[in-house]
């Protein structure tokens, strides 16, 4: 799969770049499907307005919810297109901000499923090539983006990227980075023992995210997500489930511990059941990480923990 990344650090390096890569493909697919922002195609308009036949744009909110939904809509619209046998280029433009606006975690997050859509997407033979502007992302953010895309666009062309990590050499790396303590005060501490207490763990959290202005179907979202987190804890680790959830601004999180430290292959949930390359029993986790916005994993000898973000904004989209 030609997956690759165009990291401008000017608009004259956007436009030049991005459209000698539209023209060039122009003659080679069938369709390129551009879901960026209004201001990155107010900057393509003159130089592509030839291209109408060619080009297809599609609202970034229509794809850019939550982090795992987005990565399926996605896969789902190249596997439609390669089931009618054509060939496409998508040009995407992540949009990463939350309630509070920019939102690292929330990028770094975003970077995983990057990393694992070079092996996701490539039955499809389609290409994406993703824009991550030089002037709005930090420095690591920049370095995670040439780590998980094969090949750099520039001006003459797309070539090798030489920092290009394979998927999981590249979660590896990223499970390593400690996730953060929770807060020494949290809305909510219990331990589930067994099956039969989730409907009170559950009664908790709705009301928990009633409190928080959640509507009906984003709170039924996040209590499938958690209890299915947990119910993975019960069933695989045969422990306690220690459940915290605590909210920071509009972002509601709950982190899900046991203490059996059971290892968690590093790509658990990121491919769909049954899927190629996805782990047995990994059902759970996929969901979550659909439900969710971000799942962070951090599995130690002797602790399994699991952060689900629910940030007010994104899950209302």
């Keep these: 799969?030609?997956?690759t990344a165009l990291i401008p650090g000017s608009d004259l390096e956007l436009v030049t770049a991005l459209t000698a890569e539209l023209r060039r493909s122009a003659g080679d697919y069938d369709e390129v499907l551009l879901v960026v922002s209004d201001r990155t195609r107010a900057l393509l308009a003159d130089a592509t307005?030839?291209?109408?036949?060619?080009?297809?744009?599609d609202d970034p909110a229509a794809f850019y919810q939550r982090l795992g939904f987005a990565y399926e809509c996605f896969r789902r619209?190249?596997?439609?297109?390669?089931?009618?046998r054509r060939r496409v280029h998508v040009v995407a433009e992540p949009d990463l901000s939350d309630d509070d606006g920019p939102a690292p975690?929330?990028?770094?997050?975003?970077?995983a499923y990057e990393s694992v859509c070079n092996d996701t997407y490539a039955p499809y033979g389609s290409a994406v090539t993703c824009v991550w502007d030089s002037r709005r992302h930090a420095a690591d953010v920049l370095d995670g983006v040439r780590a998980t895309h094969r090949y750099l666009l520039t001006e003459p062309g797309r070539q090798p990227s030489p920092r290009f990590l394979a998927a999981d050499d590249f979660l590896s790396l990223r499970r390593q980075t400690l996730m953060p303590a929770p807060p020494p005060h949290v809305d909510h501490d219990r331990t589930v023992t067994e099956v039969a207490e989730l409907r009170e763990l559950r009664a908790a959290l709705s009301a928990w995210a009633a409190r928080h202005d959640f509507a009906a179907d984003p709170a039924d979202d996040l209590l499938v997500a958690v209890t299915e987190v947990?119910?993975?804890?019960?069933?695989?680790?045969?422990?306690?489930?220690?459940?915290?959830?605590?909210?920071?601004?509009?972002?509601?999180?709950?982190?899900?511990?046991?203490?059996?430290g059971l290892p968690i292959p590093v790509a658990a949930g990121y491919h769909r059941p049954g899927a190629e390359g996805a782990q047995p029993g990994g059902r759970g986790l996929w969901l979550a990480r659909q439900l969710a916005d971000a799942v962070l994993v951090d599995a130690l000898p002797g602790r399994t923990s699991i952060r689900l973000h629910f940030p007010h904004l994104v899950m209302h989209r």
């Design 1 to 3: 799969m030609l997956h």
């Design 49 to 57: 307005h030839d291209l109408s036949g060619v080009l297809r744009w």
């Design 77 to 84: 619209y190249l596997a439609e297109q390669a089931g009618r």
């Design 105 to 111: 975690g929330r990028t770094g997050a975003y970077l």
């Design 230 to 260: 947990v119910s993975n804890g019960l069933r695989h680790a045969g422990t306690p489930v220690r459940v915290r959830a605590w909210h920071h601004g509009s972002t509601l999180i709950a982190q899900c511990d046991d203490t059996a």
